[in-house]
């Protein structure tokens, strides 16, 4: 009975200690043995895990193309290296295929020719491979569903097929959407309403942001005010803190906004040639430079040389092309979750690693 006792509490101590240590080294444990990887797989051990590391931050990196722009990846949850996206995956390596959405740590490639996609976590280095849409078209979105622990339970592909302006004065439109779910493997249509034209992911009205929950039964996207509300504990009523404004648009070229700060923003400035931080709080802007630490958020590692081919590839604000057209910048930020979860595999579908993953893409 002593000895029983004895090993249970050796047992509890080191899965306590087990939790304490960043992702990256528990992916290795779990080769130890058999045991240890159905302790480390385990629901309790993941929910111990994730109470462990509630205070530290995600890594998380602003992508753009195929290439990663600005990299947060100081935090001792995963302890990784200054990319989240490995070496074998690097825009150089797939040729004309691009990252093209991300969402809760996972990440849809297209392909160059808008066939087959990939969706997967470049860190775990799993991927699925999506058959084609029943007709032409590109990606135009990833979504996911997650569980009371934040860990990816299903995902959906969204591909766009084309888009029609509705009315006579042609300011609303409808998009026609192919969906792949995870759940089911298969493709389903949707067309979904637009209140204002939509153009290459780009809303014609500006200061206008709309939405669509992809895993909801409406057909119409909504408009969205970014607002910050606070309640009174005293009597319960909601206050208005402040309404986002963003700095003047002849000057930076909005690109993302921080994953877990909302009152700050990412924007391109032309007057500088560089990418700046804004508080939406002060509206004060800041250049963002290698090792540079956010507000107290992670250490910022920049590649400069992307970063300065990026904003001259996109057209001043103060320039004719700029006022007829806009501008449409395609980045999203790739945020890393707070467990390790494998990819959802759609029925009839077959996991792969990064090594399939590039065969595949450069024989297509």
Not at 99 to 126: A, R
Not at 240 to 256: G, H, K
Not at 273 to 287: G, K, M, P, W, Y
Request: charged share 20%; hydrophobic share 40%.
């Amino acid at each position: 009975m002593a000895m029983e006792t004895q090993t249970h509490l050796t047992e509890a101590m080191l899965t306590e200690i087990l939790a304490r240590l960043p992702l990256i080294s528990i992916a290795r444990f779990k080769t130890v043995c058999k045991t240890w990887k159905t302790t480390l797989e385990s629901p309790y051990f993941r929910r111990l895990f994730v109470s462990a590391h509630q205070n530290s931050s995600s890594s998380w990196s602003l992508v753009c193309g195929s290439k990663e722009l600005i990299g947060f990846h100081g935090c001792k949850t995963w302890n990784l290296p200054k990319s989240l996206i490995p070496p074998s995956l690097k825009g150089f390596s797939i040729g004309d295929a691009s990252y093209t959405d991300s969402s809760s740590g996972m990440v849809v490639i297209d392909s160059s020719d808008n066939s087959y996609c990939y969706v997967g976590n470049p860190v775990l280095q799993q991927w699925v491979r999506i058959p084609p849409a029943p007709i032409a078209s590109r990606v135009f979105g990833l979504v996911t569903r997650v569980d009371e622990d934040r860990v990816v339970s299903s995902f959906k592909v969204i591909r766009l097929a084309t888009v029609a302006s509705t009315g006579n004065d042609l300011l609303s439109c409808i998009l026609y959407v192919f969906i792949y779910s995870s759940e089911i493997g298969i493709w389903s249509f949707k067309k979904i309403y637009s209140p204002h034209q939509i153009v290459d992911a780009r809303v014609s009205v500006d200061g206008v942001l709309v939405a669509h929950d992809f895993y909801s039964e409406s057909n119409e996207f909504r408009d969205i005010a970014l607002k910050i509300w606070r309640l009174n504990n005293d009597d319960e009523t909601w206050k208005l803190l402040w309404v986002f404004e963003l700095p003047s648009t002849r000057a930076y070229v909005p690109m993302a906004m921080h994953p877990f700060d909302i009152g700050t923003i990412y924007l391109c400035s032309h007057h500088d040639h560089q990418l700046v931080s804004c508080n939406l709080r002060t509206l004060n802007c800041t250049i963002l430079k290698d090792g540079y630490n956010d507000d107290g958020h992670q250490d910022c590692f920049i590649d400069q040389s992307v970063c300065d081919d990026f904003v001259h590839r996109i057209p001043d604000p103060v320039s004719f092309s700029y006022r007829w057209g806009g501008v449409s910048v395609r980045c999203f930020p790739l945020v890393l979750p707070r467990w390790m979860g494998s990819v959802p595999c759609p029925p009839q579908a077959e996991m792969i690693d990064t090594i399939s993953l590039l065969s595949f893409m450069t024989s297509t």
